[in-house]
């Protein structure tokens, strides 16, 4: 292998950036070339590609966003578009490709090798923290810490006007976000996809603790759970005295310098996913469990069912019920 391409895909995360950082030094480092693709696969079909130096990614390891760019491409679901896809690698002379995203882009991935034999690996790129097979995704650290200050900026301002608020996070069909941020938050209630509830639970939650006299109620809310307006809507009809607002944190989610983790997690990751390239090791992607990077076929991953940490959820209850 002597030239490689990488590209970043769908919603963007913190810490793409360091590991198309990684890539190209640790590339570099082992005599390949390292091809940047512009807009992920919709640069793919249409050949926005450039050779990448080491001085490419100076200064770019904290940034949040890509400096790839990246979009989303239905023309990559298509045999046409892939077709294109691997015309332009075969133009280029690329004989592997870092595909960093989330799962729709892994499946993107996943058509480039089973059906044209691109040897390719993933590495996890989304805030949602969704795919099963690895503990953790890229962006999902920084997100979780953008929501803990918000909720903790939140509460300033609720606190002392006896104000409850919804608060609604991203995650798409994944609760993790919601989870992790309200725990670390010590949220009144969580509510997640992967968890039943009924408003009336979260009526009954509320009137309880207004009742002890914990007037500034945080609920927080995984977008694939709900609607923080509706619910809200929903809690004052309930509790016609109460005084609530809601919000959606939205794309501020996604922003931010990486934490740490985030940093880490993308460096450690993308040198492993370049060395299994160098090894001849490919169609996988790559993660991180127990604090180990490992790597996985790429369709025996996306198989996998993404289980809900349901013990953390319960410790989450037990602690904000006891009065
Ligand atoms: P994410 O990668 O964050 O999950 P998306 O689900 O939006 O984001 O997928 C990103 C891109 O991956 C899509 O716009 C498309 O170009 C490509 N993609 C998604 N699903 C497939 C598929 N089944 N086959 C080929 N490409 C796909
Ligand atoms: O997958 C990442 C994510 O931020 C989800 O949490 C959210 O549902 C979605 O992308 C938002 O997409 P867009 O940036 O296209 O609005």
Known sequence: MKRIGVLTSGGDSQGMNAAV?????????????????????????????RKLSVTDVDDVIHRGGTILRTARCDEMKTQEGQRKAVQTLKDNGIDGLVVIGGDGSFNGAKALSTGFGVQTMGIPGTIDNDLAYTDFTLGFDTAVNVVMNTIKMLRDTMSCNDRSCIVEVMGR?????????G?????????VPEIPFTV??????????????????????AEGAGKAEDLRAEVKKAIPG????????GHLQRGGDASFQDRLLGVRMAAHAVQCLLDGKTNRVVGV????IIDEDIVEALSERKSFNKELYALADQLVETF
Do not use: F, P, W
């Open 200 to 221: 009336q639970q979260v009526v009954d939650r509320i009137k309880n603790n207004l009742d002890h006299g914990k007037m500034d109620n945080i609920i927080v809310l």
């Open 21 to 49: 950082y990684a890539t190209v030094r640790y590339a570099v480092d082992h005599g390949l070339e390292v091809y940047g693709i512009d807009l992920g696969y919709k640069g793919l079909i249409e050949g926005k590609v």
């Open 183 to 191: 725990i670390t938050s010590a949220a009144e209630m969580i509510l």
């Open 242 to 249: 109460i005084n609530i607002r809601s919000m959606t944190v």
């Open 173 to 181: 069909n994944c609760g993790d976000i919601a989870l992790y941020a």
């Open 289 to 292: 469990r127990h604090n180990v």
